[in-house]
């Protein structure tokens, strides 16, 4: 519906939709070759084949929306959803979500649209809630072909194998109760227009609070699984945004353009399922990424020094700090805030653009580091193997201060004497190795020209352009490690692991684009 009735515009649309997706992975393995070189899986004597399911699932979705607006300066939108799948149990497979807004643009009511100042305003104010489902397979228990795990020698080997068939049940316990996720939005914002669109900015705050999130979480092996995805609470993310744009220059010669963009969210979880205190995200033997009450998400908990009531170090009757019996939270991967700056530059059909980005706070645990050190093979255990008569600032048991000196590295006293290896394990005290994670990064460099048109005459182009790129060119960080922002485990829950990444990769490139007639 697109209709007006005297100064109001009314805008409706009604709709629905269907998706489904099923996904099978089916594997014929031959080991052994009749012929060598003809590949070919009817040329080989031990043929094997498998199927898995990846993925089954059916999603329905119906919708309405309405859009008013009076003068088009006073905007109303109103909208609805409901949906329905199949990853959820069948007693709660629908929800419903409902959204509203309210923008306002006040200069043209006002009459200061022609202002050589503030040449356009706007406010808005919206509303607006999103529902989730989860992934396949998580309501119910299922069977798989059976593995017989290798090593770092051997590969692992799939059944059937050796003539024989088996199944395995799934390591994932089933949630007959699931339901889905709710996450209610409200946003406030205002894109303001200076010196007739000179000078750009574009201000939004927001607050999204997220009921039953969904997350797949580890459980104690005792229970004949390891994982299970249930619905973990409640967790609220606040923060802003804001993009700034301007044009110094423009002219019929020069163009230059400048953005700004910046933002900064807080997140904190607010509960969790009852007798639940903490839920891992990923764990490993010296480092676990959880939920806990009280904190932002996926903060990491490890081994850490034990400390007093006001936060100082307990150093035992060696010199040496006590060490925790239990983890704690060492670090919070979140960053404070994430800013970006580009700049582009235009002259004669030549364009010259350059975009970094800045990241400033948030945690990483630097397992590389932590590996070297115990090994005696990182910077830090030979620029302070030498260190002697060495006072840890802390206090005694007794809350006296402590003044017991040690030795970094005595051989004397044996692998006690060694700071790096006092912890006994591989990976020492994970807080050790929190490291903060901010840089600052060159993450785009492109120089361009637009071909004339009058080159081209009367032939099918239209336009011609050539660029010269690079990517992640410069990195400026304290960080000790390769790259900051990799990832042992990917764009997952967890986040800030470092053991033996990869660093980000620095490309270079050549684009021609054609528009043709």
């Not at 997706?21 to 094997?48: P, W």
């Not at 692992?156 to 007959?176: D, K, M, T, Y």
């Not at 889905?180 to 609070?209: K, P, V, W």
């Amino acid at each position: 519906v697109d209709k007006r009735l005297g100064p109001v515009g009314i805008e409706a649309t009604l709709g629905h939709n269907y998706y489904y997706e099923k996904r099978i992975a089916r594997v014929s393995e031959g080991r052994v070759m009749a012929v060598q070189g003809f590949y070919n899986i009817k040329n080989t004597l031990d043929v094997t084949t498998s199927e898995s399911y990846l993925s089954n699932e059916k999603f329905y979705g119906v919708f309405a929306d309405i859009r008013l607006n009076y003068n088009e300066y006073l905007f109303v939108s109103l909208s609805g959803r409901n949906d329905w799948s199949s990853t959820l149990p069948k007693q709660n497979n629908s929800y419903f979500y409902p959204a509203a807004s309210v923008g306002f643009e006040f200069t043209e009511p006002l009459g200061i649209s022609d202002s050589p100042v503030l040449s356009y305003g706007k406010i808005r104010l919206s509303y607006g809630q999103v529902g989730g489902a989860t992934n396949s397979f998580v309501t119910a228990n299922y069977y798989n072909p059976a593995v017989i795990d290798g090593d770092g020698l051997l590969s692992a080997n799939e059944f059937p194998a050796f003539g024989v068939n088996s199944f395995e049940r799934s390591g994932q316990l089933a949630n007959s109760d699931l339901i889905h996720e709710l996450t209610s939005t409200l946003e406030i914002g205002g894109d303001f227009q200076f010196f007739t669109g000179r000078i750009g900015l574009d201000i939004t705050y927001y607050n999204a609070f997220t009921n039953n999130a969904i997350v797949q979480t580890d459980i104690s092996a005792a229970s004949g699984f390891t994982e299970i995805v249930l619905n973990s609470g409640s967790l609220e993310n606040k923060g802003i945004e804001l993009v700034f744009n301007a044009k110094p220059i423009r002219n019929s010669v020069i163009d230059w353009d400048i953005d700004i963009n910046f933002t900064k969210n807080n997140s904190l979880v607010k509960s969790l399922p009852e007798g639940i205190p903490s839920l891992p995200l990923a764990s490993f033997s010296a480092l676990t990424s959880l939920n806990t009450v009280g904190y932002p998400y996926g903060v990491m908990s490890g081994s850490r020094y034990r400390r007093d009531e006001q936060g100082r170090m307990v150093i035992g009757s060696d010199g040496w700090p006590l060490i925790e019996d239990t983890q704690g939270v060492i670090g919070d991967p979140n960053p404070d805030w994430f800013a970006g700056l580009k700049n582009s530059l235009s002259l004669y059909g030549v364009r010259f653009s350059m975009l970094w980005d800045i990241k400033k706070g948030g945690d990483v645990w630097n397992g590389t580091k932590a590996v070297m050190d115990y090994l005696g093979t990182s910077k830090e255990s030979g620029d302070l193997r030498g260190v002697t008569e060495y006072v840890f600032d802390g206090v005694t048991v007794d809350g006296e201060v402590n003044t017991v000196p040690v030795d970094f590295a005595n051989p004397a006293r044996g692998m006690g004497g060694i700071k790096w290896r006092r912890a006994g394990t591989l990976l020492g005290v994970a807080e050790d190795n929190i490291e903060d994670a901010s840089w600052i990064r060159l993450r785009e460099v492109t120089l361009g020209y637009q071909f004339p048109k009058k080159w081209f005459g009367k032939s099918s182009i239209q336009s011609l352009n050539l660029s010269f790129y690079g990517r992640n060119l410069l990195l400026f960080t304290e960080y000790k490690g390769v790259d900051p922002e990799t990832n042992l485990r990917g764009p997952s829950n967890a986040q800030g692991w470092d053991y033996f990444n990869l660093p980000g990769t620095r490309s270079y490139g050549v684009s021609l684009k054609a528009v043709l007639k």
